[in-house]
């Protein structure tokens, strides 16, 4: 079960660590998945380690043929699927190498002409900056840090002194203490650039609140504004940026590339699955623990310390044979759990169109599959699938089902690809209320009550109505 929740792109790392602790497991780099498939003949090792009867010395119990023939490493069917995705899956990920968001600010430190002190504590402001580029440390709290852990006396004048230079760096707004010192930093870069945003100024500066809950004619009416002027505004805060070291040095927070477990091909109207052959390791017992075993057996002359060097390397034998197996039937349950969700959802994975995902739980895949429901759970929170319309995490294909008018039983995936369809046409002058949303919907034939709607709404990360509301 934990191998199954490892990541396809973990997995290397995995079988690396199990390579180190247990010699007797190793890579066949020579195999290719034309030279056979793995055959069903691993046991657990429970037979070879069973207790010797009383009397009988554990040694003599010892029977090495299942540990000298040959074939207990050949390689597993899935290996020997077509894969149309080989060449791209054995491909080096490429690696980002850009300057990190804080390398961009240590760079532009060094331009500053500063004190051996300043320096000192410029540098713990920086390292205090998270990464959407905020200082959430307040300056008080900075004076403490740098007295406690660095030993620098300092006020908290020359700690604010030194701030006010670093939310001169690039990319403007960075060290701001909250979201509205952080546009205004922003909007008087612009204005030092010669751009006209003084009236953008006074709406954050009075009326931040106001611009947050979208109360515009509040704005207008306090700011003396026309429509026009007042659009003009909205346009010049809403292109601000909220978040000004999001955007910077990705590969220093560690950014992620989704590795797809499985392809999934449309051949002329006929699905076909692929397993990722990063899941398929060619792993073998290492020919030197086997000759170490034929020594053994072709000896006449067995002592206590022949026996005991032989126990240890049959335990070895016995583990990297439990670990082939266990990742063995870690691919067969991939793919079973994938196949049967495929087939369920075989008219998504042709089309790509979210209204014909039909309704589908975790118990559908694991009565189909002959799997607990733990286990198919496992699969879809943590394995992804590519298609020819994007790479999806299992678990998006789930949901429950919804009744028509026709009695017919529908995905929820499908009311809500409906009701995010509706809200993207609505007028962002006039956003559709729940209430709203709910009649449209009942209008369509869903059986749908105004509180399941704004449930949907808010899975769906979609503000109410006044939220939505926009100045056209």
């Known amino acids: 079960m934990k191998l199954l929740q490892v990541p396809t792109a973990n997995l290397e790392e995995r079988i690396k660590e199990e390579m180190e602790e247990n ?24 037979d070879s380690l069973e207790e010797p009867e009383h009397g009988q010395d554990e040694y003599d119990t010892i029977d090495v043929s299942d540990y000298v023939h040959e074939g207990d490493d050949d390689i597993a069917d899935y290996k020997t699927r077509e894969d149309h995705y080989g060449d791209d899956e054995n491909r080096q990920l490429p690696i980002k190498t850009e300057t990190s968001f804080y390398d961009t600010l240590e760079n532009q430190l060094g331009l500053l002409s500063l004190s051996d002190k300043e320096r000192q504590i410029a540098q713990h402001i920086i390292g205090s900056i998270d990464e959407d580029g905020y200082l959430r440390r307040d300056t008080p709290a900075l004076v403490d840090d740098l007295a406690f852990r660095q030993n620098i006396e300092t006020t908290a004048e020359e700690v604010e002194s030194i701030i006010q230079k670093i939310q001169q760096f690039d990319p403007a707004g960075v060290a701001a203490r909250d979201l509205t010192e952080c546009l205004l930093l922003q909007l008087r870069r612009q204005k030092q650039e010669g751009k006209d945003v003084d009236k953008a100024i006074l709406a954050i ?92 057996d072709r000896g006449s002359k067995k002592d206590k310390q022949q026996k005991e060097a032989v126990l240890f390397i049959k335990q070895k034998i016995d583990a990297a044979k439990w670990f082939i197996d266990a990742i063995r039937q870690r691919q067969h349950t991939l793919l079973d759990t994938m196949s049967a969700i495929m087939e369920h959802q075989e008219e998504f994975f042709l089309t790509g169109d979210e209204t014909t995902l039909r309704p589908m739980i975790l118990k559908d895949i694991a009565e189909k599959t002959n799997l607990d429901i733990s286990t198919v759970s496992r699969v879809a929170n943590s394995k992804f699938v590519q298609t020819e319309f994007g790479t999806y995490r299992l678990k998006f294909f789930f949901s429950e089902s919804l009744s028509t008018d026709s009695g017919e039983e529908v995905s929820t995936r499908e009311v809500k690809k409906i009701l995010t369809d509706l809200i993207e046409n609505e007028s962002k002058k006039h956003p559709y209320s729940d209430e709203k949303l709910t009649e449209l919907l009942q209008e369509k034939g869903y059986n749908i009550a105004r509180r399941t709607v704004a449930k949907y709404r808010e899975q769906l990360n979609i503000p109410v109505a006044r939220l939505r509301k926009e100045l056209v």
């Open 23 to 46: 010699p007797a497991l190793e890579l066949d780099e020579g195999k290719h998945s034309d030279e056979g498939e793995m055959k069903d003949e691993f046991t657990d090792g429970s």
């Open 205 to 296: 500066e009075k009326y931040f609140d106001e611009f947050t809950k979208k109360h515009y004619e509040k704005i207008q009416r306090g700011l003396g504004l026309t429509e026009d002027e007042l659009r003009d505004v909205m346009q010049q805060i809403v292109k601000l940026n909220p978040k000004p070291g999001g955007n910077i040095g990705a590969v220093n927070k560690a950014e992620s590339y989704v590795v797809p477990d499985f392809f999934i091909l449309n051949n002329n109207g006929k699905l076909e699955l692929t397993l990722n052959s990063r899941n398929a390791p060619e792993l073998r017992i290492s020919e030197g623990y086997r000759d170490m075993m034929k020594e053994y």
